[in-house]
């Protein structure tokens, strides 16, 4: 695959109009791309921009918490671009017909502070926590995995069973959920996408064989998905589920056996897995096994845990590549977001002559 | 003016769609409820949600600055409704002939974390910083004020004379601006809008028998608009263009001779004229006031000092009103903004099906 250069600008619109991707056309795009090939591209555009980690300015998400879920923004720039996502995630949303998890983000110019796109970004957010999950693995998941098993068998585990495919070559797949007929969901979208699953009746049976675990349950609660004697020497585990205060998927003594990577340290002792460890217990930032500071995978005994929540970098890449894809084609809706008076300062004046025109 | 009720709820739309409140719908709504009731009632508003302090949560906005400008982020949330402003503040954004300050927010129920409305916030803002100074300028300024200086004469100037003409019967203005093209922008806008401004040639001449002083420059610098011997007791001075570190309008000995009133302190501390002070030098938060704990003006003799620079609660007030307005209508742009698969769980599966359509 050729280097993605995204330097390419988009045509300029009027200043008042920000291009805005909906769903309908996020979906066009991912299509149009190749679903496996939009996961490769996106996974190679937050490799690269985790490679220069240090030109980002970064935060801890804002996040608000009430009862029923959680509502996010995740800002961050490298000094460019600037880009912010607002995610919620409300474990209880299915009831209602809504998302779990649904988004929408902004990119824009720093040197003017306008935003340049807008985007849909519960789809893009579930490609890219896989494309991410996928990249991790590729620098901890032992050689030649082929076996995965997936704990958790919502919205996002079609994309985690693709992305592994795409960028590892992983071809088995064992699926566990509490609800069956969940399994049997992503059972069917597996089969259609060419790949041949296996619907397992626990965790346990699930796990046999797979040399990489990932869980991606969505309850807001402390929840043990995996005990410490179901995990054997030389498993990577992709630890996508728990990513909020007192969200957690894995029984602290995994924990302790493994080699701990992580996004942004701070943020994932507040959210991940090691919420429940002491804060000087030892982890690595991700970043830094990509740049070559530091191992991934040292040993195929190790037991590696990738405890993500999900960083705000990743959404930084997501809207860029998005852009990219856009650069050729004025195919997005403009919104008429931004008041653009004749002369910038006569603000009132606008209004006052929209008058006559309204 | 009978009390608002702002409880009915929108015609509810598809899952997947956001209404969205473009430039010219904001326009539109203005310029139906009339600039003067548009101000009157969403003072009253923002009044009715200081009143309320505490059952927001309230951080200090997350701002990203660098040497252009700065981006930032105001979330805050009552418990039943979230609200966030994206706003810039550019200075030299007028010469690609951008606004200095641009802005959109986004409501959103706390219960599912969903967004219900997407909405233009550069006119809301520049409406909703007026109806703020006017309505703190209700408890602070004299009795019987009828004269008022501003100082600067940019985009946020009439909004401001409207405000206080609207809220406190103010009708002789007094105008000044180091751009005398800015001045009579300014003075042609209010002069259409029935009022007779007068534009005055120094700061000193502009402030001469003014009981209120707007400063609302936009330089990003310490700039010194007020110097203290020009301010003479009795005084209200709104100081609305000082809003971030590094951009204030008045000297330090203005504000040692003044009673301070605030939005938020801990932010105030970090943007507003009180940044020059030290850190425990007593200031008031504005809500406290309106609660009946504090006095605001206690003689005719007092400086004081209303020492804005834009709470998130003034945005969250801003959209539930104009959400307010919209009750009755679908006359907004459906944004197609939230997956809505079939089955939630089944975003792969909605991914899928598109295929065929698109």
Same mark, same amino acid.
């Given at each position: 695959?050729?280097?993605?250069?995204?330097?390419?600008?988009?045509?300029?619109?009027?200043?008042?109009?920000?291009?805005?991707?909906?769903?309908?056309?996020?979906?066009?795009?991912?299509?149009?791309?190749?679903?496996?090939?939009?996961?490769?591209?996106?996974?190679?555009?937050?490799?690269?921009?985790?490679?220069?980690?240090?030109?980002?300015?970064?935060?801890?998400?804002?996040?608000?918490?009430?009862?029923?879920?959680?509502?996010?923004?995740?800002?961050?720039?490298?000094?460019?671009?600037?880009?912010?996502?607002?995610?919620?995630?409300?474990?209880?949303?299915?009831?209602?017909?809504?998302?779990?998890?649904?988004?929408?983000?902004?990119?824009?110019?720093?040197?003017?502070?306008?935003?340049?796109?807008?985007?849909?970004?519960?789809?893009?957010?579930?490609?890219?926590?896989?494309?991410?999950?996928?990249?991790?693995?590729?620098?901890?998941?032992?050689?030649?995995?082929?076996?995965m098993a997936i704990i958790g068998n919502?919205?996002?585990a079609?994309?985690q069973a693709?992305?592994?495919?795409?960028?590892?070559?992983?071809?088995?797949f064992r699926l566990f959920?509490?609800?069956?007929?969940?399994?049997?969901?992503?059972?069917?979208?597996?089969? =259609?996408?060419? /790949?041949? &699953?296996? %619907? !397992? $009746?626990?965790?346990?049976?699930?796990? *046999?064989?797979?040399?990489?675990?990932t869980?991606v349950?969505?309850?807001?609660?402390?929840?043990?998905?995996?005990?410490?004697?179901?995990?054997?020497?030389?498993?990577?585990?992709?630890?996508?589920?728990?990513?909020?205060?007192? =969200?957690?998927? /894995?029984? &602290?003594? %995994? !924990? $302790?056996?493994?080699?701990?990577?992580? *996004?942004?340290?701070?943020?994932?002792?507040?959210?991940?897995?090691?919420?429940?460890?002491?804060?000087?217990?030892?982890?690595?930032?991700?970043?830094?096994?990509?740049?070559?500071?530091?191992?991934?995978?040292?040993?195929?005994?190790?037991?590696? /845990?990738?405890?993500?929540?999900?960083?705000?970098?990743?959404?930084?890449?997501?809207?860029?590549?998005?852009?990219?894809?856009?650069?050729?084609?004025?195919?997005?809706?403009?919104?008429?977001?931004?008041?653009?008076?004749?002369?910038?300062?006569?603000?009132?004046?606008?209004?006052?002559?929209?008058?006559?025109?309204?």
């Open positions: 695959m050729p280097a993605i250069q995204l330097a390419v600008p988009l045509p300029t619109p009027p200043l008042n109009v920000v291009p805005f991707v909906s769903v309908e056309r996020m979906m066009r795009l991912v299509l149009q791309t190749g679903i496996e090939r939009f996961l490769a591209e996106l996974a190679e555009t937050i490799e690269n921009d985790f490679r220069r980690w240090n030109s980002f300015e970064k935060h801890s998400r804002l996040a608000a918490h009430s009862r029923d879920g959680v509502i996010e923004l995740m800002p961050t720039s490298d000094g460019e671009l600037y880009a912010v996502k607002y995610v919620n995630g409300h474990p209880y949303n299915g009831r209602s017909g809504r998302q779990t998890v649904a988004a929408f983000g902004v990119l824009s110019e720093v040197w003017t502070g306008y935003p340049v796109m807008i985007s849909e970004m519960t789809l893009l957010t579930a490609l890219r926590t896989a494309a991410t999950s996928a990249m991790a693995a590729k620098y901890l998941a032992p050689q030649g995995a082929r076996t919502g919205a996002q079609e994309f693709l992305a592994f495919k795409t960028l590892l070559g992983v071809d088995q959920d509490i609800d069956a007929s969940a399994s049997e969901k992503c059972a069917r979208n597996l089969a =259609k996408a060419g /790949l041949s &699953p296996k %619907i !397992l $009746r626990s965790p346990e049976e699930a796990i *046999e064989h797979a040399q990489i675990i869980t349950t969505a309850d807001k609660q402390m929840a043990t998905i995996l005990i410490d004697n179901m995990v054997g020497p030389g498993t990577h585990i992709n630890a996508v589920g728990g990513d909020c205060p007192g =969200k957690t998927e /894995l029984h &602290p003594d %995994i !924990l $302790r056996r493994s080699g701990i990577f992580v *996004e942004f340290e701070p943020q994932t002792r507040i959210e991940g897995e090691i919420q429940q460890l002491p804060s000087d217990h030892a982890v690595v930032e991700l970043h830094r096994v990509i740049s070559g500071e530091y191992l991934g995978r040292t040993s195929g005994n190790e037991i590696t /845990l990738f405890d993500s929540v999900g960083f705000a970098i990743e959404d930084f890449s997501a809207l860029r590549y998005v852009r990219h894809l856009l650069r050729d084609t004025t195919d997005y809706e403009p919104l008429d977001l931004l008041a653009d008076p004749d002369d910038p300062r006569d603000l009132f004046g606008m209004l006052m002559r929209a008058e006559a025109r309204l």
